[in-house]
């Protein structure tokens, strides 16, 4: 069963925006991380923060925890046409064994 | 990190049939994960396998309808038996990255099943 929700399920900007979507999740966790799949393909993993950790960042991408609210937002700044995929929370919990729980996605398109 | 050789990527079969879905990890990893994401949905873990010892099944998974396969630390099979239209989906394997946790996971790039 999925792990918690994402919003929006979907987001539409245009090139040079920001694009932010969050997640939530219902365990205790050793970490969070991001994913991208473009049109149905494989995921890619894009970033991940552990439990420890508040914020982090990787190139365009801003990633947030916050363990209390278990819940973690994704920036993408500057998005670029490229960036149109669909974007995945995966929590890694406490208990897990290496199972990752997705959550539902945000379906995200950059428009030129 | 870990390169995933996934095949076939993409298949059309008939209802009543069997597919099986290879994965190559170009190093040596202890567990291997097999996921399915249905049409428009997120994915969702189908088992574990380890090499070694049967695969660790997800509640609603059984090893009659997803047999799997780990003969080495560099290879697994997932089969899809009997299917129904409703096995329609795409299977994914994945490795933890780096073989250990904390470094993120990589997948193979998919397996696209529609069966008729």
């Known amino acids: 069963s999925q792990q918690g929700e994402e919003d929006p399920q979907a987001l539409s900007i245009q090139e040079g925006e920001n694009a932010t979507m969050n997640c939530s999740y219902k365990?205790?966790?050793?970490?969070l991380q991001w994913y991208r799949q473009n049109s149905g393909r494989g995921l890619v993993h894009l970033i991940l923060i552990r439990s420890n950790e508040r914020e982090k960042h990787s190139g365009r991408l801003r990633v947030t925890l916050d363990t209390s609210k278990k819940s973690s937002s994704l920036l993408i700044t500057a998005s670029r046409a490229a960036d149109t995929a669909s974007y995945f929370c995966?929590?890694?919990?406490?208990?897990?064994?290496?199972?990752?729980?997705f959550g539902a996605g945000t379906q995200v398109v950059v428009t030129p | 990190s870990a390169v995933i050789s996934q095949k076939p990527s993409r298949d059309i079969c008939q209802r009543g049939t069997s597919l099986t879905i290879q994965c190559q990890v170009d190093s040596q990893v202890t567990m291997m994960f097999w996921y399915r994401q249905q049409p428009g949905q997120s994915l969702t873990l189908i088992a574990t396998a380890n090499q070694g010892s049967e695969a660790t099944y997800e509640s609603g998974f059984v090893i009659d309808k997803f047999p799997i396969s780990r003969p080495n630390l560099t290879f697994s099979t997932l089969t899809v038996s009997n299917m129904s239209p409703e096995d329609s989906s795409i299977y994914l394997c994945?490795?933890?990255?780096?073989?250990?946790?904390?470094?993120?996971?990589?997948f193979g790039s998919g397996t696209r099943l529609t069966v008729v």
């Open positions: 994945s490795v933890q990255s780096g073989g250990r946790s904390g470094y993120g996971y990589t």
């Open positions: 995966a929590t890694d919990a406490a208990d897990s064994w290496g199972k990752l729980q």
């Open positions: 365990t205790s966790i050793n970490n």
